[in-house]
C-alpha cells in the first residue's frame, strides 16, 4: 500500500474578538481558511477507489462547521456556554469558554473531522487572512 497525505481547503467570511488584546479586542473580520489535512493509505478507507479519502466526505464533515461560523460573529462564550454581548446577531462561540483565535479555532475543526473520521490520520491548518496561520496535528 502507498501512504500520501491529502489536502481539501475550505474558507468562510467572519468577524472575531479577542478580548483585552490592544488591537483585536475591537471587533474585525478576514476571510478564513481552513486546510484539512489526511494521512492514510491509498485505497484502505474504499478500496473500490485509489484515493485516501474522497474529498466529498471532508466537505459532507465541514457543511455544518460553515453553517455555525461563516458570516457570523466569533465570540469568547462565557461559563454558561452563551457568547458574550450581541445576541441579535449570528453568532459562533467556542465551546469551553476558548477565545476565538487561529489555535483554537484550528483545535475545534480538527477535533471535528478526527470525531467524524476516526480511522484516519488527520490535522488541521486554519489562515487568518492571507499570511497568518495556525496547525492542529
Request: charged share 20%; proline share 6%; hydrophobic share 40%.
Amino acid at each position: 500500500m502507498i501512504t500520501q497525505t491529502i489536502c481539501k481547503t475550505f474558507t468562510f467570511e467572519a468577524a472575531h474578538v479577542v478580548p483585552g488584546h490592544p488591537q483585536c479586542g475591537n471587533i474585525h473580520g478576514h476571510t478564513w481558511r481552513v486546510d484539512v489535512f489526511v494521512k492514510g493509505e491509498v485505497g484502505l478507507h474504499d478500496p473500490n477507489f485509489d484515493y485516501v479519502i474522497d474529498f466529498g466526505e471532508l466537505k459532507k464533515v465541514w457543511q455544518p462547521i460553515f453553517d455555525k461560523v461563516d458570516h457570523s460573529l466569533m465570540l469568547q462564550a462565557s461559563s454558561d456556554g452563551k457568547p458574550h454581548l450581541l445576541h441579535e446577531t449570528k453568532l459562533f462561540a467556542l465551546p469551553g469558554e476558548r477565545m476565538p483565535t487561529s489555535e483554537n479555532l484550528s483545535n475545534y475543526f480538527a477535533n471535528a473531522f478526527r470525531d467524524a473520521l476516526p480511522a484516519l490520520s488527520i490535522w488541521v491548518r486554519v489562515w487568518e487572512g492571507l499570511t497568518s496561520w495556525a496547525e492542529s496535528e
